[in-house]
């Protein structure tokens, strides 16, 4: 069969932080890159470019993804949330909060990646979901607690070479409520931690 | 990258024709992979179709008593899936030992099946490698190749499968199913990678221009005490360097059903059936667990870098089946 001509590039509209933008897109172009290079959103980061750190994490209806792999053509239809889009107007996301008040970063280029992540994670938890460190994953078994060994994991696609990870494991735990409600999480540094405001 | 065409298919026979239509095309995924390749020109499609939206989303339980998992089911989902958590438990395990929660989102079952080897020579686009340049070479052989294959390798490709998951569907006999223009088909994932020999650029026994539809798991009342354990260079978010799903039905001491299967040390996941046949009917304990492990492995063929791997697999037999056996006489 003949090959019909096949135009490279495409009008789309992305649903960006609950506004549409109607835009041409090279097929080539990445999310990341329409975010960044084309509708002047900065607050996701590109670090890798392929796939490896997660710096570049969004939501994509309502689940983390990483955006340098999400080509912006194939993100057309869906529900894209970027750190932008995370606080309610003037209030903080409850996981900004946590990671402003425990130092979950140092030079917080990987920052708006993590938050995402973590906005997420606390997600997948609450519907049940087990992880590679779950001991037990039947159902019968009942969701697992959200230990610090768990945060690990699941946070496991963000890196971060200033290494703030001990900050970021305790922000985690605080914004799913549990450093509140069950005090420091087993295993963190949190344990005994005089940090101001660990103890909250 | 080279400039491409895409199109979004929203039925199976409109992904076929928009395929068929373009010699130049492929099916296109989560993308974490297929974008990934593009972008280091490995992969250069002239189009992609998009089949991510197909109605191919469903994991739903056979008349027989398996399930059966649509192609476009994200590894998140099939993880998270009740009946795969409670009658395949390795497999949802194998699942969360891969990539990242995002990745896991993104990715797709039948993408998952045919992602590439993470072959650094194959990634390299600047120098030679078999199975991306038929005939350049293979300098994984005399170079750097501590994670390459031990089973089932040639001397033109010594590159692994990588997945987790793919293991874990191996070991539980899953039967993948496609569609072609001229109809549907079916083939058993312990026949759908092809022998290495002398041709490592053909990898599957998919006709062309077939779509992945889904993956059907037979009935395996043995799989319900089952458990995929990776090993790998940190404790998180990297591919394996050596993994094992295994399933142990054990009665009066003996070993009634066993399903093993290797991964990251072949250009397969890697079915054991010389240890599933070595351990049937005998003894549920170190010493014959060893010995089938052993039985496997002398079919082992390690490069002066990877020779750990027999060890590490034969280790990781032996601490597998004690737990599993240990856990099924509780």
């Not at chain 1, 933008?21 to 990445?30: A, E, G, K, M, Q």
């Not at chain 2, 039967?175 to 001229?182: K, L, S």
Request: proline share 6%; aromatic share 4%; charged share 20%.
């Amino acid at each position: 069969m003949a090959t019909a001509p096949s135009p490279t590039y495409s009008a789309v509209t992305l649903n960006i932080n609950g506004e549409k933008h109607t835009l041409t897109v090279d097929h080539r172009t990445t999310l990341l890159d329409a975010l960044r290079e084309r509708l002047d959103m900065n607050g996701t980061k590109k670090g890798c470019d392929q796939g490896q750190c997660g710096a570049c994490t969004v939501l994509i209806d309502k689940r983390r993804a990483v955006s340098c792999l999400q080509l912006a053509v194939a993100a057309e239809g869906r529900e894209i949330t970027t750190i932008e889009g995370v606080a309610e107007g003037e209030q903080l996301h409850p996981v900004q909060q946590a990671f402003l008040d425990l130092d979950g970063y140092q030079c917080g280029y990987c920052t708006p990646g993590q938050i995402c992540s973590a906005v997420a994670l606390i997600e997948e938890h609450a519907a049940g979901w087990p992880s590679a460190v779950t001991d037990d994953v039947r159902p019968e078994a009942g969701p697992p607690p959200l230990t610090a060994d768990e945060i690990r994991e699941r946070m496991s696609g963000n890196l971060c070479r200033c290494g703030a990870y001990v900050s970021i494991v305790q922000a985690v735990a605080r914004a799913a409520g549990i450093a509140s409600e069950a005090g420091p999480v087993p295993g963190s540094a949190q344990d005994g931690s005089t940090r101001e405001g660990a103890a909250a | 990258m080279r400039e491409f065409g895409y199109e979004r298919a929203v039925d199976v026979s409109g992904a076929l024709a928009l395929l068929d239509a373009d010699p130049d095309a492929r099916f296109l995924g989560g993308g974490t992979n297929l974008v990934d390749l593009m972008k280091t020109g490995v992969e250069r499609p002239g189009r992609l179709v998009d089949v991510r939206e197909l109605p191919l989303d469903r994991v739903e339980p056979t008349g027989a008593g398996g399930l059966r998992i649509g192609a476009t089911v994200t590894n998140s989902d099939l993880a998270a899936h009740p009946e795969v958590r409670r009658r395949y438990p390795a497999l949802t395990q194998a699942v969360l030992a891969g990539a990242s929660g995002q990745l896991r989102n993104m990715a797709t079952v039948g993408g998952n099946l045919l992602q590439r080897t993470r072959c650094g020579y194959f990634a390299d686009v600047s120098g030679p490698c078999n199975k991306r340049v038929p005939g350049s070479g293979c300098p994984a052989i005399e170079g750097e190749h501590h994670n390459h294959a031990v089973l089932g390798a040639s001397g033109h490709c010594v590159a692994t499968h990588p997945s987790d998951m793919g293991v874990a569907l191996t070991a539980f006999g899953a039967v993948v199913e496609y569609e072609t223009a001229d109809g549907a088909g079916r083939v058993p994932l312990g026949e759908f990678y092809l022998p290495v020999g002398d041709t490592p650029h053909l990898e599957t026994a998919l006709p062309a221009g077939a779509l992945i539809t889904g993956v059907t798991l037979p009935a395996a009342p043995v799989a319900a005490n089952s458990r995929y354990r990776k090993v790998r260079e940190r404790a998180s978010y990297a591919f394996a360097i050596g993994s094992i799903a295994a399933a142990l039905d054990v009665r009066d001491g003996v070993v009634h059903e066993v399903r093993l299967a290797f991964g990251a040390v072949a250009s397969r996941p890697w079915r054991a059936q010389v240890a599933e046949r070595a351990l049937t009917g005998g003894p549920a304990d170190a010493g014959a667990f060893a010995a089938a492990a052993d039985a496997e492995l002398a079919a082992a063929r390690p490069l002066p870098h990877n020779g750990y791997k027999v060890t590490l697999m034969r280790n990781l037999v032996v601490a597998v089946l004690s737990e599993l056996a240990e856990e099924a006489t509780r």
